[in-house]
């Protein structure tokens, strides 16, 4: 009957507005590597960080610029904002979610302001990290985008 050989597939969506590029592409060498998992970045022309899919939150970085996710079927993702952003001590970032909150490609989890980042020097790179995606495969249109757009899958 097929019960148990589906397949799950965990839509993306792009959480902000701009340029989504392969991982390989963003200005930190230990992402672009895939040290730290496989993914993908996002160029903001935006400051509005939405979530990439239905999840949970499981931990805000104390210095704002980074929150982990992890989706209903166990899949873990890291979303950090900016490079070397940990060195401005959460200025220039506003949270507004909670860790345990439930969140979709609806829920605004930050705000950024880009342009502080910029005058301090800072890349403003989103990498949206899957920590732990071992056997699956992620499919995505890379390009401009607008946020909560559908980007791609997880299969």
Do not use: C, W
């Not at 019960?3 to 597939?9: D, E, I």
């Not at 959480?15 to 060498?29: A, I, K, T, W, Y």
């Not at 220039?92 to 345990?100: C, E, N, S």
Request: glycine share 8%.
């Amino acid at each position: 009957m097929g019960l148990f050989n589906k397949k799950k597939t965990t839509e993306l969506f792009n959480p902000v507005r701009g340029n989504v590029v392969p991982l390989s592409s963003v200005h930190d060498e230990v992402f672009a590597s895939e040290a730290m998992g496989t993914g993908f970045g996002v160029f903001p022309s935006s400051g509005e960080i939405y979530s990439p899919t239905k999840a949970t939150v499981t931990a805000i970085f104390p210095t704002k610029h980074a929150i982990s996710l992890v989706t209903k079927n166990g899949m873990e993702i890291l979303i950090h904002i900016g490079i070397d952003t940990v060195e401005l001590n959460g200025e220039g970032f506003d949270i507004l979610v909670q860790t345990d909150d439930k969140v979709d490609k609806d829920t605004l989890l930050a705000k950024v302001n880009i342009d502080y980042l910029e005058k301090q020097h800072k890349k403003t790179d989103v990498m949206v990290i899957f920590t732990n995606l071992k056997d699956k495969k992620l499919n995505l249109d890379l390009g401009e985008n607008q946020a909560q757009n559908k980007i791609g899958t997880v299969e």
